[in-house]
């Protein structure tokens, strides 16, 4: 039974406060209509009494209390699912965008999702080739991971990501591959840039857009990472497709999500985010995975960029303990010229370790990647030195280290937003790096793996 | 009795009608009787905090009072299982309501319906008290499950069965001072009162863990307590990963608090495979599951460090000695703090609330090495091992500065180790086990008398090594005399070679005390050899760097059973080639 109720009494923020209600559920979705016929909606945050707290998703702008009318629909706020969402662009809250008819769901599914019980859940293990050797040959993303991209403000986040979404494939494989993308809070011209590049590539056939841009309303942004994750595993797992979702930018949804907080005036945690902001992403970036006896899969991309560069940032900081690594992209790098901007020392993917070796990449996939990265480390030391003390002060093998991270930098990880290396190149070109050091030096891998890969003539082997 | 919501916020509802309840009673909620915990009382109003998403209720729904704290069930069957914050079986749930955990769902902890094969080791007749063993089951190859006389009951066994039972059928019967009583296998207890015991002792013993740094730095006693704080990223969870793999423990509790769900299917889908190498068994059969993943509802994450740690009591009282650990209680503490904030309570530092460290030192008391209860002195231990998530490696913050005021053993990870992929990250500058003097009769007796003198050698030359670094970076290591060059090179052996251990290597992953002894003889023959040659006027470059170097390297792929062999060959190795380049200097 559906009631329609006439006593708003308050509105702060995005939140409003309904009296005399009855019969109201918590997370309910509420529909508000104004005198003119226009229509928002919201849910129940909290309800005390016959008092209701409700959370709008749209902007307050414009609503008068004393005509509107609240009307509770007695279930969550759902999405209409269908195969036919497939190269269409919808808004924040899940209506077409692009011009087009309306969706005819199959399924009608909430939006919050329910957790997967990790006793159904199926290990990430299968190797998802990205052609960019700074994530397929040292930070492998798999299929299911959630793999953030931490970036900064003015550095190619969105050209990185539309690369991952063009490239990216399984191997061995025929599965039907899908991409659904989210915007939260950003602006036209970056959200016509993917828009764009899905069009000119020809990807816009297999892809979901949601779009909430920089001026639609921030409590929008709430809904619309939920409503693109529902799409997904709507194809995921009951269309069985491998999906990847891209949710650009984390950092706008957390402030729409620390604005409502304010509202509400809870006790803040740190830098006035909601103490219970880790949980909040947590029912985001969970919803990535695979679960046994299903076909699909979903990997996540979430991008956020840091505020003022500060990983300590609550938003990055959160997010790296929920995701499975993270990928930063480094201003330095950028300002040399080095493309895509990958910093890969402070870079991660925890599940590399299961995707790649003998029948994934190549058996000597792990060994190499260690010994690449303890090399470029040991190289940047040297160079750091070096910048201090000059050359001089560096020993014969530091010399080789400086050299050799010069080269990663340059041949290795800047190779430009449009090559797609095979995971075989990645690692070929790996060894021919590795070839600059002497092999005594390459501790971290095993003879057998030396004897067969080590190039013959060290340093000039062409590939 | 039964009360009436009023009000719903989040995992917090409030009902009034509940004057008769009891603090910390379990109450079912609503049409789907979700299971909550009372955790307020004001007049009739209780404030429960609800174990499920609480979607859907509204006022008027009703509330019933259990009138029984949240409890465990603790009988056989236990071992092997996966279960979520209350302990309910999270396989069995997955039967119920598909890949997708659903609310109301009722599953018993364990199987009351399989038969156990009860074999009796008490005879009619004897006196027996609380915690005396009635009988054992062999829940599986590895474990004997004891059943003890449970707390509260003493006096003459009058009859005991032998034979197929399942766990809620009688086995025993005791005649005590009140009368005849039945003892079943099945016991329950509350989670957050800890097990009797009869006292506590101080430990001596360590608990060995295979891993080079743990073990030879910074070891962890026998029924002491650890933290492992880090930021992300540097290896917490590589770190409790190996330690439930390895440790020198009959039974480990693993708690996943509050992160990844994948990290737990991993847990799930490694353990059955990986095979103990006491026992020849799979890792599963002397391991217990909590799962409460990030996404999965926030109350229930607060309960889950109670249910494991109750659990890991109920192995120690059987004599057993038991290693929990908690991944990570960074996240029970959030899950703290998010309830403090919706019962609006005075928030102390960073909105946690006040009582923060007070039940984080409860939690952390509960471990220990005791007495326990019975007519015969045994004794019985659990470790608690928990990861710390301090928000961007920052130790100022409260959780982690709660959790050092507690813990004697200190492995702090630090994020540049990890950024040079050296793992584990464990910072040996920063870290400190405050148990390495009690340990030390322990260690000469079982790992060797040369093995302390060795440790403090490891650890002055990194402390040198640090120093001298210093030094390095302002004028250059060609400032540095040749006997400091040595010491950096030992300090680098000591870093790549000895403390770097690769957990995904097969014979890297585990190293006995035995090898590590032998390893760490080497590097002192080097150092040692090393000065002795440069002192004699030999070459720094002749010296240090000698084609051993890399046998040195490898010695810790050697595999357990060719160690001490092939350790000794590289020792000679080092003495002969360190003894030519002094030779041809002189």
């Not at chain 1, 209506?95 to 329910?114: L, S």
């Not at chain 1, 005594?440 to 890969?453: F, H, M, N, Q, T």
């Not at chain 2, 769900?261 to 217990?288: A, C, I, Q, S, Y």
């Amino acid at each position: 039974m559906q009631k329609e109720y006439k006593t708003i009494k308050e509105v702060v923020g995005p939140l409003l406060l309904v009296e005399g209600v009855e019969g109201v559920t918590y997370d309910e979705l509420v529909e508000i209509q104004q005198s003119d016929g226009t229509v928002r909606s919201g849910k129940v945050l909290e309800i005390d009494g016959d008092k209701a707290l409700v959370q709008l998703f749209e902007s307050a702008r414009g609503l008068q209390i004393s005509t509107s009318k609240a009307r509770f629909l007695g279930h969550s706020v759902e999405l209409g699912v269908s195969r036919d969402m497939l190269g269409r662009v919808f808004d924040g809250m899940g209506r077409p965008k692009d011009g087009g008819a309306a969706i005819i769901p199959e399924k009608k599914m909430p939006i919050e999702g329910a957790p997967i019980n990790p006793a159904a859940r199926d290990y990430p293990n299968e190797f998802i080739q990205t052609g960019i050797s700074a994530i397929d040959g040292l930070n492998t993303l798999v299929r299911g991971q959630k793999l953030p991209v931490f970036s900064m403000s003015g550095l190619p986040h969105a050209q990185f990501a539309a690369q991952i979404a063009r490239q990216a494939k399984v191997l061995r494989s025929d599965a039907k591959f899908a991409v659904v993308f989210a915007a939260m809070g950003i602006t036209y011209e970056e959200a016509d840039y993917f828009v764009q590049d899905f069009r000119r590539t020809g990807a816009i056939e297999r892809a979901v857009l949601f779009m909430n841009l920089a001026d639609d309303p921030a409590v929008e942004r709430i809904s619309t990472p939920r409503m693109a994750l529902t799409c997904a595993e709507y194809l995921a797992f009951e269309l069985g497709m491998h999906v990847l979702v891209i949710l650009t930018d984390i950092t706008n949804y957390c402030e729409a999500l620390r604005e409502v907080s304010a509202a509400r005036k809870e006790v803040p945690g740190r830098r006035g985010y909601p103490g219970y902001l880790y949980t909040d992403l947590a029912h985001i970036y969970e919803r990535a995975g695979r679960i046994k006896g299903k076909e699909g899969s979903i990997t996540q991309i979430p991008i956020l960029t840091m505020p003022e560069d500060d990983k300590p940032h609550p938003i990055p900081d959160l997010t790296g303990y929920i995701t499975e690594g993270q990928i930063i992209l480094s201003r330095e790098l950028y300002q040399k010229g080095v493309l895509p901007p990958v910093d890969v020392l402070p870079s991660l993917s925890r599940l590399k370790d299961k995707g790649v070796g003998k029948g994934k990449t190549r058996e000597d996939h792990a060994d190499t990647m260690n010994q690449l990265f303890a090399a470029y480390a040991t190289g940047k030391d040297a160079k750091e030195l070096a910048a201090i003390l000059g050359d001089s002060a560096l020993s014969e093998t530091d010399k080789l280290y400086a050299k050799f991270a010069e080269a990663f930098e340059k041949e290795y990880v800047s190779q430009g937003f449009n090559t797609d290396r095979s995971v075989e190149e990645t690692l070929d070109l790996g060894w021919k790096l590795l070839g600059m050091l002497p092999r005594s030096e390459l501790k971290r891998i095993k003879d057998a793996y030396i004897e067969k890969y080590y190039p013959e003539n060290a340093g000039d082997k062409e590939e | 009795m039964q009360g009436k919501i009023v009000k719903i916020s989040g995992p917090l509802i409030v009902a009034e009608g509940m004057a008769d309840s009891k603090i910390y009673d379990v109450v079912r909620v609503g049409r789907e009787k979700l299971i909550g915990e009372i955790i307020e009382l004001r007049g009739d109003r209780a404030s429960v905090q609800v174990y499920e998403e609480t979607a859907g209720l509204g006022p008027g729904d009703e509330v019933y009072s259990t009138d029984a704290p949240l409890s465990v069930e603790l009988a056989p069957g236990i071992i092997g299982g996966i279960y979520d914050g209350i302990q309910r079986p999270l396989v069995r749930l997955c039967e119920l309501s598909g890949e997708r955990i659903g609310r109301g769902l009722n599953a018993a902890a364990v199987d009351h319906d399989k038969k156990w094969n009860f074999i009796p080791d008490a005879k009619v007749g004897d006196q027996v008290v609380a915690g005396d063993i009635l009988g054992h089951v062999n829940e599986n190859d590895v474990v004997e499950h004891r059943i003890m006389v449970p707390f509260g009951v003493s006096g003459e066994l009058v009859g005991i069965e032998s034979g197929l039972f399942t766990v809620e059928e009688p086995i025993a019967k005791i005649r005590t001072a009140t009368g005849e009583r039945e003892v079943c296998m099945l016991q329950k207890w509350p989670v957050r009162r800890g097990r009797p015991y009869k006292e506590k002792i101080s430990p001596d013993q360590p608990m060995v863990t295979g891993q080079r740094v743990i073990d030879t730095l910074f070891p962890v006693a026998r029924g002491g307590c650890a933290a492992v704080p880090g930021p992300f990223g540097s290896g917490k969870t590589v770190v409790q990963h190996q330690l439930a793999k390895w440790a020198d423990a009959d039974i480990i509790v693993y708690v996943g608090c509050g992160e990844r769900g994948n990290e737990m299917t991993d847990v799930l889908n490694e353990f059955p495979e990986l095979v103990d190498p006491k026992t020849g068994r799979p890792l599963m059969e002397r391991t217990v599951l909590i799962a409460n993943t990030s996404d999965m509802p926030v109350a229930a994450r607060e309960a889950s460090i109670y249910t494991g740690i109750t659990i890991a009591e109920y192995f120690r009282d059987m004599g057993y000695n038991v290693a929990i650990m908690a991944d990570s209680s960074s996240r029970w503490a959030e899950a703290l703090r998010e309830m403090s904030g919706r019962l609006e309570e005075m928030p102390g530092e960073e909105g946690y609330p006040a009582y923060l460290s007070s039940r984080l030192a409860e939690y952390y008391e509960r471990a220990g090495i005791v007495k326990i209860l019975g007519s015969e002195e045994r004794t019985g231990s659990v470790t608690a091992i928990s990861a710390v998530s301090p928000p961007g490696g920052d130790l100022s913050e409260p959780v982690s500065q709660a959790t050092l005021r507690i813990v004697k053993v200190f492995w702090g990870l630090s994020a540049s180790l990890a950024y040079k992929r050296h793992f584990p990250a464990i910072d040996w500058l920063q870290s400190y086990s405050l148990y390495a003097d009690r340990l030390q009769p322990w260690f000469d007796e079982n790992a060797g008398e040369e093995f302390m003198q060795n440790r403090a050698f490891a650890m002055r030359v990194l402390q040198e090594e640090a120093s001298l670094s210093e030094i390095v970076r302002l004028v250059g290591v060609d400032a540095l005399s040749p006997a400091d060059r040595v010491t950096m090179e030992t300090a680098k052996i000591i870093r790549e070679d000895y403390l770097h251990q690769n957990a995904f290597h097969e014979t890297d992953t585990f190293t006995s005390l035995k090898k590590q002894n032998a390893m760490l003889e080497m590097i002192h023959a080097f150092y040692t050899s090393a000065n002795e040659a440069v002192s004699k006027g030999a070459s720094v470059n002749a010296t240090l760097y000698t084609p051993v170097r890399e046998k040195i390297g490898r010695a810790k792929y050697l595999p357990e059973n060719e160690a001490e062999e092939g350790i000794r060959a590289i020792i000679a190795e080092i003495k002969a080639e360190t003894a030519a380049a002094a030779e041809e200097a002189e």
